[in-house]
């Protein structure tokens, strides 16, 4: 980053707690709303990652992220995730982290499936196989990206303006202290815990999986 801020006079007019009191009002027990925070922004991330001159001077995009009339928002949304996501191809941006291509691959574990078969003894089959793959090839499963409990803790660690900072200083090669945040959203945290946990998961969020993981665990519990 070029330029750092380090005085409130000089943060962007934005980055205000009252322009994401709507984020505090989302359901816990229907965390789609959530869920498509979070997908809007992880798409904007990418751009800005990859391409910042397609936002820089133009804050459409975080005037209606950062209010909470659900109207406009679900139009821009809308929109970003046709033009920017087709456009970008968001597959290639963050693909899921199992079909992401790796240097050192795995041994292929090919499987010759009867379609005419049901679904639960399919599922049973399939796990024993992959059980046994792993245990002689010796294949370490991932521990999951997303847990339930990240649910209440990005509402209140303030994760999604800490996300729209990120966006933000990508495109606009400027950066804010960790201090600063603090003192804005959470002024009984300190900048370690800003460090740690806020920019931990944020981070983790914006990573290939994460999202896919968040959805299954939604479709998950509907069905239950």
Do not use: C
């Not at 750092?4 to 000089?10: D, G, N, P, R, V």
């Not at 909470?68 to 929109?79: D, P």
């Not at 649910?151 to 495109?171: G, H, S, T």
């Amino acid at each position: 980053m070029s330029y750092q801020i380090k005085k409130q006079q000089q943060m962007p007019n934005w980055l205000v707690p009252q322009n994401y009191n709507y984020i505090s009002s989302l359901p816990e027990s229907k965390p789609t709303s959530m869920l498509k925070e979070l997908q809007v922004r992880r798409t904007l991330y990418h751009i800005a990652k990859q391409n910042p001159d397609e936002l820089r001077g133009n804050s459409h995009w975080l005037s209606i992220m950062t209010t909470g009339r659900r109207s406009m928002k679900k139009r821009y949304r809308a929109k970003v995730m046709t033009k920017y996501a087709k456009k970008h191809d968001e597959t290639n941006l963050s693909p899921p982290r199992t079909v992401r291509k790796r240097r050192n691959t795995y041994p292929k574990l090919e499987l010759s499936i009867d379609p005419s078969a049901p679904n639960k003894l399919l599922m049973v089959e399939i796990k024993h196989l992959l059980q046994q793959h792993r245990k002689a090839h010796k294949v370490h499963l991932k521990k999951p990206l997303f847990k339930p409990s990240h649910v209440a803790k990005i509402k209140d660690n303030k994760i999604i303006p800490f996300i729209d900072l990120m966006i933000w200083q990508r495109v606009n090669n400027i950066s804010i202290t960790s201090d600063l945040f603090a003192e804005t959203f959470l002024p009984e945290r300190t900048s370690n815990f800003i460090d740690k946990r806020v920019r931990t998961l944020a981070e983790s969020i914006l990573r290939p999986g994460y999202l896919e993981e968040f959805d299954l665990s939604i479709n998950k519990n509907a069905k239950k």
